[in-house]
């Protein structure tokens, strides 16, 4: 049997690798940032930019405001450090998809 067609990624499976990667970790951890930070080597700030940064994807993907609000709010969060640019360029890349 043979089927084709389009099936839609779900919205999780659409996030960058790295993204993906780090979601794991988090759930793992029990959803402590503390213990994410220590399993990633990396500081509470920055995990805690990087779960941003996923929420921020993820309500691009769902629709949640317009894709113009969530370009402004990424762009925001990089020009205040919350984000390095490689991290704002993969979110920006999702919303145009």
Do not use: W
């Amino acid at each position: 049997m043979k089927m084709e067609g389009e099936v839609p990624l779900p919205n999780l499976a659409r996030l960058a690798p790295e993204q993906r990667e780090f979601i794991e970790v988090f759930i793992v951890c029990g959803g402590s940032l503390k213990d994410a930070g220590h399993v990633l080597g990396i500081s509470y700030p920055t995990v805690r930019a990087r779960l941003d940064a996923v929420i921020t994807a993820l309500k691009g993907l769902r629709g949640a405001g317009t894709t113009e609000e969530t370009r402004l709010a990424v762009l925001e969060r990089l020009e205040r450090g919350e984000i390095s640019a490689k991290e704002a360029a993969t979110e920006l890349r999702l919303l145009n998809r």
